[in-house]
Structures are given as C-alpha cells and as structure tokens.
C-alpha cells in the first residue's frame, strides 16, 4: 500500500436510500497529482467529492489523508475540512457578504487570522487572478467567471493540503468558462493536489495526471489521460468519449 | 462562398419616420387606452350597482341613522382617537418581546444537539399550541387565569404602565406576546430554512462549524426574507390589541363599545374602524413596497 498518498479511497460505498451512488471505489491521489473524474451525470462524480469533504457520509470503506483516516464515524469534520478545499458547481458564495469579507471569513473565524492579515492575504490572491477590483464588490454584482474565480479564491485563502472542484465550469457560459481553466492551471503550476469533476474532456486531458472514467457509482476506468482518451481499455469509456465526441464537446 | 453579404437576404421593413411612432406603437397606444376605459367603466359600474342596491333597501334609512350618523361621529371621533395612543402603546410595549421571544423559540426549534432535546420538543409543542388556540382565549385565560392564582402581589413598573400584578396591563400584553410569538418563530424558522442548503455546504467546507454557519451565513440571510413576513405579522398584531380590552383595558374599541352602550347608537363603532384603517393602511403600504423592493433586489441575481 502506498503511504506516500496525499488522500486514499478505500472501497468507498455510499447510497441515498435504495440507490446506490458510489460502488466500491477506491483511488489514490499523490501530492501534487491533478486527478479528473469523468462519466455521465448521476454517476458518481459529485458524491465522491462531497463524501471526500464529509459533506455526505459514507456507508463503508475508509476515506485517508496523509494516511489517517478522516472517515471515521463520530470524527470531527471540521480540523478535515480546512485542509480540504471544495469548489462547487454553483460557486455559492454567500450573497450578503463582499468579496472580500467571502475570503476573509474562513481564515478570521476558522484559523484565527487577524483581520487585517487576512485581508492582505486575500488582496494578494485576488490579484493574483485579476480581481483585485472586485474586493468590495457583492457577489452578484459579477459574471459568472468572476464569481466562480472568488469562489476558488475563497478556498485557496484557507490554504488547503487538497482541492476539490465539483464541475466549476458547468453553470458557466462558454466565454467565461477559459477564464475559470486558467485559474486551475495556475493552482496546478503552484503544486496543487486536485481532485476535479468535469464535463471538459479537453481540460481534463491537458491538466491530469490521471484521468478517472465512473459509470454508476464505479471507476470503471483509471488511466494517464493519453491512454484513457485514445486507447482506453474498456467499451463503455471509448462508447462515452464516442458520444463526447459526437456532441462536439471535445 | 462568395461574398455576398451587402444587404442580400434582408426584408427591408416599410421605412420609419423618425420621431413618428411605429404602426405597432399606435396599436399599443390604442389597445392601453381601450383598457384604461374599460377598467374605469367597470369600476363606476360596479361600485355604483352596490351603492344603488345598499341605499334603495327598505332597511338603510335605519341603518344610516344608527350606524353613519354624522352627528354622532362629529361627536364621538375625538373622544375615541384619545384613547388611539394606548393601543399604539400596548403595541409597541408588545412588538420587541414578541420578535425576541419568537427568535428564541425559533433558534431552540433548529438545535441539532441530542442534549438540547427537551428544548425542541418544547419549542415545538409551544408554536403548536399557541397557533393553535384562537388569541382571544389566550388572552382570556393568561388574562383572568394568572392573576387568579394569587402568586403575586403587590405593584410593579414596567416599562411605562405600572399598576398591581395582577392588572390586565400586565397580563393582557403577556399574552399577546405569548401568541403572537409563536407565529413569529415560524416565520423565523421558515426563514432559517429557506436559505438554500448550499449556503450551508460552501460555510462547512470552508470549516465553519454549524454555530459558525448559522452566525455568520444563515442568519444574516435568513433575516432579510423574514422582514416582509414579519412585518405581516405585526400588522396584525396593531389591530389585534384591541381584542385586550376583553380584559377590561380601555382602548379604541372599548370605548366605542361604551359610548355605543351609552346612546343605542354604533356610529363610534365606525368611527374606530376608521381610526384603525387611518393607522393600518399605510403600515399596509409600507409593507408592499418593501416586499416588492425586496423581491426587485433578489430577483435578477438568482444563480440556478
């Protein structure tokens, strides 16, 4: 077993009532690694990000980071979660907060930053991806891009081990979605360990180290983008990448 | 392809004059004015059938010298707009412990924790309870029942009235705070709850603890779509002070009921139903402009 992981799945099972959402599952992810999950909606992705972040429990197997185990029952989420960033689909921002109070909130009240370090910290960040005019501007008073882009500012300020991207381009329209891809780029230049859902095969390709394909709640498949994009072993990924492909969306 | 892109394919539209409107815009104009018109004649119809109908009844000569008696207004108006600052009194006397309390049993009701059990079970029997026994007899029971007990004695102030403890001053508020709250901590409540459970994942990701969420994410938001409600809530409170007089307290009501008593005449009775609407309708005013700046504000900003 590799010790050197920065997070291990172990025959994660997890079901919402009668439907079983994860099967079984089990992957590693080094320091440093950028890992895609592809597949489907429904199959799995999402669930397997939020039980990671222990959003949702899980029924069986074990979750590890730095080779302790965070899945255990009764443990407290919270020290887990503010290692663990976690970007979501639909940015969730909290609306009555400026940008900047959205960054600084995590890092004042959870790690006990003072405010005004904290606070140059965040300047710092969001100028480091274009937003350093949008300090005190409120969160719908930006597009799309910009608000998922706080978002992920907002996770990085708490300077997590690992991030987690749960389909950040998917409620984006396709202009801003570039703006949001260069943003992972550049965390993954920083030596960031990511784990990301995504519907962008041409993302995924170019980004991971290792690419995952779930169909119903399994990694049926887990392989160096090159391989699972041109040569992938098994029918139902070269059938998905088939239909990808045919919708035009790589 | 070749290029041919110099106005080919385009239905050149019949030219438009500047400044003259379009065929469309006068078809518009038309169309307004045609419901403005109709709009005007179905009111004056409507309005005057009633009044036609409600004057020519064999009853209304009666009706009008017992219930609309100009004299009796000009008489009795005055004296009972006095009494107009006690129920504005017992009103905002009542108001702050209603939100307050309501708050309370509205934060009790959202506990998570096993130990604060007895709490929740309380909070729940206490809004089922009290939404579920008419006010009037709350206030009947709190109101005469309470002081019947001989628990207390003696004289007490209390923000402005003072009396004997067991004056309906004190219990008759008492008990609207009692109803009314539970009304109000289901709208807190409903509030908390309708902050979208995103809200809570993006907090709890960040390592905000649930005490930290709730302070810092759900409250905040949940605040701003109670006030409507509330404010809802709380005109019906301004007029629902009057139903304390059944213990005896001397407001606009009850002394329209008195002076009714006295001449056989219920002209005072309208005099306070048109001190309470002077009172309410533009509190009634306030809240629909509120609510609907509140939902312009919210409405274009909705990420899906």
């Known amino acids: ?250 | 392809m070749t290029n041919n892109d110099e106005g080919a394919g385009i239905v050149s539209a019949p030219s438009r004059v500047p400044g003259q409107p379009t065929r469309r815009e006068l078809w518009l104009r038309r169309q307004r004015r045609k419901a403005a018109i109709i709009a005007v004649v179905s009111t004056v119809a409507t309005f005057g059938g009633l009044a036609w109908l409600i004057t020519s009844s064999s009853g209304w000569p009666k009706v009008k010298t017992i219930f609309f008696n100009a004299e009796r207004f000009k008489e009795d108006f005055p004296e009972i707009l006095g009494y107009l600052w006690v129920d504005v009194k017992l009103f905002l006397q009542t108001a702050p412990f209603i939100l307050l309390w309501g708050l309370v049993i509205a934060l009790c009701r959202n506990t998570r924790n096993p130990v604060l059990f007895p709490l929740r079970a309380f909070a729940a029997v206490y809004t089922d309870f009290f939404r579920g026994v008419p006010i009037i007899l709350t206030i009947y029971l709190v109101g005469f029942g309470i002081p019947k007990l001989g628990l207390l004695e003696g004289d007490f102030h209390f923000l402005g009235f003072g009396g004997n403890w067991t004056s309906p001053y004190l219990w008759g508020p008492i008990a609207l705070v009692l109803a009314y709250s539970a009304y109000v901590a289901e709208v807190f409540r409903s509030g908390i709850e309708g902050v979208h459970e995103s809200q809570r994942a993006g907090a709890r990701s960040l390592g905000l603890s649930h005490t930290q969420t709730m302070r810092h994410v759900i409250i905040p938001q949940a605040a701003r779509r109670v006030v409507p409600p509330l404010m809802n809530d709380l005109l019906s409170l301004q007029k629902d002070v009057a139903l304390l007089s059944v213990l005896g307290i001397i407001e606009v009501f009850r002394r329209a009921t008195s002076i009714k008593d006295l001449t056989g005449n219920f002209t005072p009775l309208v005099a306070a139903a048109v001190i309470f609407l002077a009172l309410t309708i533009p509190e009634t005013r306030l809240v629909d402009w509120y609510t609907n700046r509140q939902r312009r504000r919210t409405g274009g900003s909705q990420v899906g």
Request: aromatic share 4%; charged share 20%; with cysteine.
């Open chain 1, 1 to 250: 077993m590799n010790t050197t992981a920065k997070i291990e799945i172990r025959n994660v099972r997890k079901s919402f009532g009668d439907k079983l959402v994860l099967d079984d599952v089990s992957l590693q992810v080094g320091a440093h690694d950028v890992v895609s999950l592809i597949g489907a909606s429904g199959s799995g992705k999402s669930t397997l990000l939020r039980c990671i972040n222990l959003l949702e429990p899980i029924d069986d197997g074990s979750i590890h980071l730095d080779g302790v185990d965070i899945s255990e029952p009764g443990l407290d989420p919270d020290p887990v979660r503010r290692r663990i960033g976690m970007v979501f689909q639909s940015y969730n921002l909290f609306p009555h907060m400026t940008v900047l109070r959205n960054i600084t909130l995590g890092p004042t009240r959870v790690l006990r930053q003072s405010k005004a370090s904290a606070t140059t910290a965040a300047i710092e960040l969001l100028g480091r991806f274009g937003l350093a005019d949008k300090a005190n501007a409120y969160p719908d008073q930006l597009s799309g891009g910009q608000q998922q882009r706080v978002a992920i500012v907002r996770a990085l300020a708490m300077q997590p081990e690992l991030m987690l991207l749960d389909e950040v381009t998917a409620a984006l329209d396709p202009v801003l979605v570039g703006e949001v891809l260069n943003v992972i780029r550049d965390m993954r230049g920083q030596g960031m360990t990511m784990i990301l859902a995504t519907h962008e095969m041409g993302f995924a390709r170019e980004i991971s180290d290792l690419v995952c394909f779930l169909k119903d709640g399994v990694i049926l498949e887990a392989a160096p983008p090159a391989k699972l994009f041109t040569a992938p072993d098994r029918p139902e990924t070269a059938d998905f990448l088939q239909r990808v492909i045919a919708s035009g969306r790589l």
